[in-house]
């Protein structure tokens, strides 16, 4: 069984994590033009919100593809560094997204991490608009560089 059964409690976060990652995210020379902000975390959880702006566009007035993208890997990689107080020892793996309709409002991008192993762990995104609806979905596998966890899922090691 899971920790979502409520089998394992879930690890408590450090007080001041939310404010941690909210600096590193603005101090990060790649997500600068984007200006995502960090709206909500949780063990294994990360919403990320992004404004609408036309030069994020593909000249369509949608939101580019690739902005998508970053926007859902950044989500997954914040909600992975739940489980090691911030520190982002992982690289991303794979992603695949799936584009469900066009993006041309304001975005959150909603993330869980659904399975964590020795070395690959697994995350979903799902992208919202401002109404909502389901603009994205994505899922991603992060391979663990330096970190590791202190505890698995089910007791397992």
């Known amino acids: 069984m899971s920790r979502l059964a409520g089998l394992e409690p879930l690890p408590a ?16 020379p790649a997500l600068q033009w984007l200006q995502p902000t960090l709206d909500e975390i949780a063990p294994d959880y ?12 593909n000249g369509s007035a949608t939101i580019h593809g690739g902005v998508l993208a ?6 997954v990689a914040f909600a992975l560094s739940t489980n ?6 992982f690289a991303t793996a794979d992603m695949t997204i799936h ?11 909603v993330a869980r991490v659904v399975k964590k192993g020795r070395r690959i762990n697994v995350g979903e995104v799902e992208i919202l608009d401002s109404e909502n609806a389901a603009v994205a979905r994505v899922l991603t ?9 202190d505890y698995l ?3 397992a090691r």
């Not at 990360?46 to 566009?57: D, I, N, S």
């Not at 970053?70 to 989500?75: G, K, M, N, V, Y």
């Not at 584009?99 to 991008?109: E, V």
């Not at 992060?142 to 590791?148: A, E, K, P, Y």
């Open 46 to 57: 990360c919403v990320l919100g992004l404004r609408y702006r036309p030069e994020l566009t």
């Open 153 to 155: 899922p089910g007791g």
């Open 70 to 75: 970053t926007l859902a890997d950044t989500a």
């Open 13 to 28: 976060l450090a007080p001041d994590l939310l404010d941690r990652l909210r600096k590193r995210l603005a101090a990060s």
């Open 141 to 149: 596998s992060f391979l663990l560089t330096t970190s590791s966890f």
């Open 99 to 109: 584009f469900l309709r066009r993006a041309k409002s304001d975005l959150k991008a």
């Open 84 to 89: 090691f107080d911030g520190k982002m020892g």
